[in-house]
């Protein structure tokens, strides 16, 4: 699995987009862009995924560069709620290979 | 819908002691995972499961032992608990590309 490089932390306004970056520039083809969530020492959160193109959920949008060694994920409007840690994870769709890579994330802080 | 539940939420166990940590999930997800979290570090795998009667190693089974004897049950057992094992324990189940997990059992050995 590709290894991915991201910020130790980042602030926010409440009601502002946070936008979280993520560089995975030794990503192969086959490999999907997952990014999850931790709020305080809750079970991790699945918030989006992508291969190539841009995604959008009810959560986060996710957009992924045009060469895909980046990502950046969008919260909208971010929320005191939305303050966890942000885990970009890089790895193939190889369904029977559960293993989820997930380093030491963001720290993402919403300041109210 | 009660999705990944682990029990216990929390235990103290002596060293040398044994005990099995469970998961149950009622999605009828075929992939489930155990992983452990320790301070200040992500999350790392211990054992996975891809089907109930199939297991296999993670990156850090030593020490560990797990069955699946039905889709819904994934218990992660401590042969002889070391401190080293103290940790907070997720387990988690899978779908498609989506991975749900439980709320974590934080385990002290003393």
């Known amino acids: 699995d590709a290894k991915t490089t991201q910020p130790t932390s980042m602030d926010c306004a409440e009601g502002r987009a946070a936008n979280l970056p993520c560089n995975h520039s030794?990503?192969?083809?086959?490999?999907?862009v997952y990014w999850y969530r931790q709020i305080h020492s809750q079970g991790p959160q699945y918030i989006i995924h992508?291969?190539?193109n841009n995604e959008t959920n009810e959560m986060a949008s996710l957009i992924i560069t045009e060469d895909r060694k980046s990502s950046t994920l969008i919260l909208p409007h971010a929320t005191l709620r939305d303050t966890a840690v942000y885990y970009c994870?890089?790895?193939?769709?190889?369904?029977?290979?559960?293993?989820?890579?997930f380093g030491t994330g963001t720290r993402l802080t919403i300041i109210p | 819908n009660a999705g990944v539940t682990q029990t216990p939420k929390f235990q103290v166990l002596k060293t040398g002691q044994s005990m099995t940590l469970q998961c149950a999930q009622d999605?009828?997800?075929?992939?489930m995972s155990w992983y452990r979290q320790d301070p200040g570090m992500g999350l790392r795998l211990i054992h996975y499961?891809?089907?109930?009667?199939?297991?296999d190693q993670g990156e850090v089974p030593n020490g560990y032992n797990v069955s699946r004897s039905t889709t819904e049950d994934f218990p992660l057992r401590l042969l002889s608990a070391a401190p080293s094992q103290t940790s907070v324990y997720f387990c988690?189940?899978?779908?498609?590309?989506?991975?749900?997990f439980g709320q974590g059992t934080r385990l002290t050995v003393v």
């Open positions: 988690a189940s899978r779908r498609d590309f989506e991975a749900f």
């Open positions: 030794t990503i192969s083809g086959n490999e999907y």
């Open positions: 992508g291969l190539k």
């Open positions: 994870i890089v790895r193939i769709a190889n369904f029977g290979n559960e293993k989820l890579t």
């Open positions: 999605m009828n997800h075929e992939y």
């Open positions: 499961s891809v089907g109930a009667g199939i297991t």
